[in-house]
Antibody, heavy 124, light 112 residues
Framework: QVQLQQSGPGLVKPSQTLSLTCAIS??????????WDWVRQSPSRGLEWLGR?????????DFALSVKGRISINPDTSKSQVSLQLNSVTPEDTAIYYC??????????????WGQGTLVTVSS | DIVMTQTPLSLSVTPGQPASISCKSSQSVVHSDGKTYFYWYLQKAGQSPQLLIYEVSSRFSGVPDRFSGSGSGTDFTLKISRVESEDVGIYYC?????????FGQGTKLEIK
């Protein structure tokens, strides 16, 4: 059974960096059929896809334009985890952040397993 | 970005009655490989979203057969044949054909 366990601070000051970790069990971070996504949810923006990382003989990354330049996703195969960093945060980045997995099994199961979510508030 | 528009935004259904949710995309979500990467999720109160339907019409593991998805191109529908109390929550559509993946604004299902 795939499980995604998120951790990280719930309060970040404006202009600082938001950092969250997603610990993965039940699948391999470097699986050639998995993709690791980050999604956030806020009342003003709804569900918003932020970016993804996946391994296909090397690591690939895709990011939403809304956060491009501020976001990084870092897989760590030794710890079986994927982390999210979002730089230069503002109050508009206040949201529940989710990590999620997408899996190819002949069909694409996009976002089939989700972490529990982390409410991150950007405030001084 | 592809805009996903759901209707209605809320519905109240008597247990045992059917329910239907529509989702329209601002452009076709048929991929160049011929597949349509369109999904439905349910978010129950206080929980993360859960995958219900993948690739338009296939039920994900463990999803009851009262849930069905249909549609093509830009118009999609989620139907619940007989609503049960456990179906309460917010339903979201999502397209995974074009980056960035985009979600509908959600449809809140309540029980009468």
């Amino acid at each position: 059974q795939v499980q995604l366990q998120q951790s990280g601070p719930g309060l970040v000051k404006p202009s600082q960096t938001l950092s969250l970790t997603c610990a993965i069990s039940g699948d391999s971070v470097s699986s050639s059929t998995a993709v690791w996504d980050w999604v956030r949810q806020s009342p003003s923006r709804g569900l918003e896809w932020l970016g993804r990382a996946y391994y296909r003989t090397k690591w690939y990354y895709d990011f939403a334009l809304s956060v491009k330049g501020r976001i990084s996703i870092n897989p760590d195969t030794s710890k079986s985890q994927v982390s999210l960093q979002l730089n230069s945060v503002t109050p508009e980045d206040t949201a529940i952040y989710y990590c999620s997995r997408s899996k190819y099994t002949g069909s694409w199961y996009y976002l089939d397993y989700w972490g529990q979510g982390t409410l991150v508030t950007v405030s001084s | 970005d592809i805009v996903m528009t759901q209707t209605p935004l809320s519905l109240s259904v008597t247990p045992g009655q059917p329910a239907s949710i529509s989702c329209k995309s601002s452009q076709s979500v048929v991929h160049s490989d011929g597949k349509t990467y369109f999904y439905w999720y349910l978010q129950k109160a206080g929980q993360s979203p859960q995958l219900l339907i993948y690739e338009v019409s296939s039920r994900f593991s463990g999803v009851p057969d009262r849930f069905s998805g249909s549609g093509s191109g830009t118009d999609f529908t989620l139907k619940i044949s007989r609503v049960e109390s456990e179906d309460v929550g917010i339903y979201y559509c999502m397209q995974g054909t074009v980056l960035p993946h985009t979600f509908g604004q959600g449809t809140k299902l309540e029980i009468k």
